[in-house]
C-alpha cells in the first residue's frame, strides 16, 4: 500500500529534478550561445 504522504514527497523531488534539469540545459545553451559569438 502507497503512503500519500510518500507520493507528495515523490512528485515534489521529481518535480524539483525536472526544474533543475531545464535549468541546466538552459544555461548549457546559453553558454554554448556565448562561445559561438
Known amino acids: ?7 507528495i514527497v515523490g512528485f515534489i523531488v521529481i518535480n524539483q ?12 545553451k546559453g553558454l554554448f550561445e556565448k562561445l559561438n559569438f
Open 17 to 28: 529534478f525536472v526544474v533543475w534539469f531545464l535549468r541546466v540545459d538552459y544555461l548549457c
Open 1 to 7: 500500500m502507497v503512503d500519500l504522504s510518500m507520493v
